[in-house]
Each structure stands twice: as structure tokens, then as C-alpha cells.
């Protein structure tokens, strides 16, 4: 900008727009025979803003994007200096925390602001879904040494993100197919799948009392198993059996029961048989 004056002394002032600062904004100005200039640089106006963060782990890094400006510390506070306007943020930090908020816009209007930013830790559903058990059976799930029951086909629990081992409890007289493993919380939810089936156990009748390759063999309740070997084994369920020894040639039999429990454990019959006389 440009003025014609005579010699003399001017005061001058500066108009400047609202979002920038000029410096000098006034002064004087000495006109004595020449020509003068006096120069006027503008800067545009920051206002700070800060992130001040709580909950972090000490020690480690977090980040804040700011509208395509990235910034980190191990600190509390990360500050930017912007002009007025509105600006688009995203946090990370730690894996295993979430940030509160993570996303957001902050506005700059004529004065410095400041956004908390909370850390917690992320927790997400783990969901173990049951198939194979009848309605209303009780089992449970042991997560890193906590017990977790439930009633229905699926069991949930909320946990933070990490790493965690397993085992099944099934009810009484089931096994969970897998019934252990590890599983990783990482940000989402998951589910892991539980197969049960009913606890088999083994009857054996064991033979006594037989030359080696006699045959002989067992009803058992109604499968007819017949062997040259010394035992027959079964593979059941608890519950209560039947059974019955088959003769063998040239021998009797010295004890035949009728029946067997299965409760729980493996069961062993011996079966013994005589030799009759004037058997070859």
C-alpha cells in the first residue's frame, strides 16, 4: 500500500484479517526528504491443541492422526498448533487398551482447546457354543483358572484382549472332544465350538481256565462276541448290562452272572471255566 505525503511525522495502524496476527500492527512513520518503507509481515493465528491422555500403560507409545498428521509420545499430552477450523482425529496406542474416544473432530475457534482421551482395557465376548448335551445339562469352561458355568448351548464371557487357555468341564457321563486349547482376544469377538459326546468306558471279560486257542465268547446284551483270545472287551456307556458266557468246547463254565454296572469307570469280568473230564 502505497501514500504521498509531505515531511513530516505519520502515525500509521494496521488492518488485518481476523485469523492472522500483523507485526507492526502500529507505529510511526518519518517522512524527511525521500521515499520510506515500512514493512508489515502477516502470520496466521494457532491456537493449540492438546490430547491429554489418562490410562495408558507407562512408558509406552501412543499416537494421535490428526488430519493426516501423525504425532506420538510415551508422555500424556501430545499438542498440536492449528488455525481456526475443524479438524479430524484417530488414537491408537497399546494393542490390549481402546481409546475413549478413538475418533472424533475437534474445533479451533479463536482459543486453544484441549480433548481427553481415556484408555481402557478392551474387553470382548468369548463365546463357547455346546452341541451334544441334553437340554438343561450343566458344564463349564475354566478360562486362564476361572471357572465359568452355564445350563444352555453356549457360554459367554467378557474378556480383554490377550491370551488365554481353556478346559471343559462336561456333566457327568460326557467328555468334551476337545477339551482344551488356547484361544487370543485380539479386538473382535469370537466363539469356539464344543463337541460333546457320553463317556464310554470298557467292559472286559477276561477268560480263565482255557488251553490257549479254545474259542469261546459272550452275549452281551444281545452283541455276540465270540474270540480264540483271552478277553472280549466292550466299549459302553453307564448304564446296567446283561451279559452271558458262551460253553466252550470240553469245558464248563464255573461262574456265569447275568448282569454288569458301568458307573463311572472301567469294569473287568473273569469268566472262569473247567476243564470236563475225558477231555482231549
Known amino acids: ?106 474445533l479451533v475457534n479463536g482459543a486453544d482447546t484441549t480433548e481427553p482421551i481415556q484408555f481402557v482395557l478392551g474387553y470382548f465376548t468369548a463365546t463357547f457354543n455346546a452341541a451334544g448335551l441334553p437340554a438343561a445339562s450343566e458344564w463349564s469352561a475354566i478360562i486362564n483358572g476361572v471357572a465359568y458355568s452355564s445350563t444352555s448351548d453356549s457360554l459367554s464371557v467378557e474378556l480383554p484382549n490377550g ?21 487370543v482376544v485380539f479386538g473382535e469377538p469370537l466363539t469356539e465350538s464344543v463337541q460333546f459326546t457320553e463317556q464310554t468306558y470298557t467292559v472286559s471279560f477276561n477268560a480263565n481256565g482255557l488251553t490257549s486257542g479254545t474259542q469261546w465268547g459272550v452275549n452281551f446284551s444281545g452283541q455276540i462276541v465270540n474270540t480264540t483270545s483271552s478277553s472280549i472287551t466292550f466299549e459302553v456307556t453307564d448304564g446296567n448290562y446283561t451279559y452271558e458266557a458262551q460253553q466252550a468246547n470240553g469245558y464248563s463254565l464255573q461262574k456265569n452272572a447275568t448282569y454288569v454296572i458301568v458307573s463311572g469307570n472301567n469294569v473287568n469280568v473273569g469268566i472262569s471255566y473247567a476243564e470236563t473230564p475225558n477231555h482231549a
Open 1 to 106: 500500500i502505497q501514500f504521498m505525503a509531505m515531511n513530516g511525522t505519520y502515525a500509521f495502524g494496521v488492518t488485518k484479517p481476523s485469523i492472522y496476527s500483523a507485526s507492526p500492527i502500529s507505529g510511526t512513520a518519518l517522512v524527511y526528504g525521500e521515499n520510506i518503507v515500512k514493512d508489515v509481515s502477516f502470520s496466521l493465528i494457532e491456537h493449540q491443541i492438546t490430547f491429554a491422555q489418562t490410562g495408558h500403560p507407562v512408558g509406552e507409545s501412543w499416537s494421535v492422526n490428526l488430519s493426516g498428521n501423525v504425532q506420538s509420545t510415551t508422555g500424556d499430552n501430545i499438542t498440536y498448533m492449528m488455525p481456526n477450523g475443524t479438524y479430524s482425529y484417530s488414537i491408537s496406542g497399546n494393542q490390549y487398551y481402546l481409546a475413549k474416544p478413538g475418533t472424533g473432530m475437534v
Open 163 to 183: 491370551t488365554y487357555s481353556y478346559s471343559i468341564v462336561p456333566p457327568t457321563g460326557y467328555k468334551a472332544i476337545t477339551g482344551s486349547g488356547t484361544f
